[in-house]
């Protein structure tokens, strides 16, 4: 049998679906936004309410991806959405940005921020340590050494088996979800901080924020909740789909939610509001209060387990985006091969390495993503007005599972997400322009690969 006989099979249930969301979402973000946001609103109130708000763009976009994942049910996600609803070519874009950039350079971000902490651990003649092949190339740092080391590990467990990366991924955001909730739940019986930071609950009009401000917070909250599309790449493999992906994607966002409230609540009791303003370690100098002494180890490997399962999720999934593509001859042919023992995408797991390793070893990982953000943001707008577009085209009407509150719920993620576009654009509009020429280098590719289809 040869490998391009070979299907994904649906190993996956229900349970997988809702912690590899989880395990994608809830990474350092949390420990850091809180003092953006806080710098931003004027009441405690306010402070919450922006994390709610947050909780329900997920919800509402996790929802009408749910549905776009009931009509196309296969590996792939955004790839098949935007090729079906509008042009092949840009459902190609997107796969070649997230092999490109997105998904490996998230890889090696990642990567890297989980050596920063691992290495502040050990003795600073091993963090300084390097190593140089010759002046033409960039030393081998003890940072990229162990960046390159761990997504080495967790792609060789990935190529195991899909079970084997699921288990891992369970472990790994159980673990997570525990010691958040057990560091809030220690951190309210210390008696180290108090219940009067919450106080007064709702400021007056004149302390209240504008509509502007708020909406600058909640951009940093949005991106805290980013990266619960995780399980739409893989729905060639969720038992099923119908089902089991919009109750995962839903009960996730609102485990998540709550998580986050909880963890937001632990830092108000710590701090008042107006000291927690613009304090990015807001997370370590919280724990450090409550504990009463230094916890930089213990907060390192609680961002450490944070990050490993935000690594895993992202390096298994990733390849079934390739895998998607190659099917259909839109990119290299043996990234859609298939381990026949397996039934993984084993070839485009390794692949995705090669590549992950050359932006780790560059260094050119962080100045790509910067450039490509804009990019991100809008096939995410688009694939989410693709419901819309598919639905008035008629394409997979007996999808077993319709979003909720239709036009309304989706209409409303879409306003939203066309919000964030346009101030990633203006935002920032060189960058953005850059990030899609980069984008936009793919086009040769696509024809020649469809050439070679059609040969």
Not at 95 to 122: K, R
Request: glycine residues 10%; charged residues 10%.
């Amino acid at each position: 049998m040869k490998p391009t006989d070979i299907h994904l099979s649906r190993q996956l249930g229900k349970f997988d679906a809702v912690m590899l969301v989880i395990g994608n979402v809830i990474g350092i973000g949390i420990f850091t936004t809180a003092g953006y946001v806080a710098g931003k609103v004027g009441s405690p109130a306010e402070f919450f309410l922006i994390w709610i708000l947050g909780g329900f763009y997920a919800l509402f976009g996790a929802l009408t991806y749910a549905e776009l994942a009931s009509r196309f049910p296969l590996a792939g996600g955004d790839y098949y959405y935007l090729k079906q609803a509008y042009h092949p070519l840009l459902g190609f874009l997107f796969g070649w940005a997230a092999f490109m950039v997105t998904y490996t350079g998230s890889i090696a971000t990642i990567a890297v921020g989980f050596a920063t902490y691992f290495l502040n651990l050990l003795p600073e003649s091993i963090r300084v340590a390097e190593y140089r092949f010759s002046g033409l190339f960039p030393p081998l740092t003890a940072g990229k050494s162990v960046a390159i080391l761990v997504v080495l590990m967790l792609t060789v467990v990935n190529t195991r088996g899909l079970r084997k990366g699921a288990f891992l991924q369970n472990i790994f955001t159980v673990s997570g979800i525990l010691i958040l909730v057990g560091t809030a739940t220690w951190g309210f019986s210390t008696g180290n901080g108090s219940f009067s930071h919450f106080q007064p609950f709702w400021s007056s009009a004149d302390g209240s924020a504008g509509l502007d401000t708020i909406g600058l917070a909640l951009l940093g909250v949005i991106f805290t909740y980013s990266g619960w599309t995780v399980v739409v790449y893989i729905a060639g493999e969720v038992r099923e789909p119908a089902k089991n992906i919009p109750g995962a994607m839903a009960g996730a966002i609102a485990l998540i939610m709550a998580l986050y409230l909880l963890m937001n609540a632990v830092y108000l009791y710590a701090f008042p509001l107006p000291e927690m303003k613009d304090v990015v370690d807001i997370g370590f100098r919280t724990l450090t209060k409550l504990a009463g002494s230094p916890v930089g180890g213990f907060f390192s490997l609680l961002i450490m387990l944070a990050v490993l399962s935000t690594l895993n999720a992202n390096i298994l999934s990733g390849p079934r985006i390739y895998y998607a593509m190659a099917r259909e001859n839109h990119f290299f042919r043996w990234a859609g091969e298939l381990n026949p023992k397996r039934q993984i995408p084993e070839k485009g797991l390794w692949m995705q390495f090669a590549w992950t390793v050359l932006l780790i070893y560059s260094g050119t990982f962080n100045q790509l993503l910067t450039y490509t953000v804009f990019a991100m943001v809008l096939f995410s707008f688009l694939s989410a007005v693709s419901l819309f577009v598919l639905r008035a085209k008629g394409k997979n009407k007996s999808a077993a599972y319709r979003i909720w509150g239709y036009p309304v719920v989706p209409g409303a993620f879409c306003l939203a997400a066309g919000a964030i576009t346009l101030n990633t654009f203006f935002g920032r509009p060189l960058v953005a322009l850059t990030g899609m020429g980069i984008i936009l280098t793919g086009i040769p590719f696509f024809y020649y690969w469809r050439k070679r289809r059609e040969v």
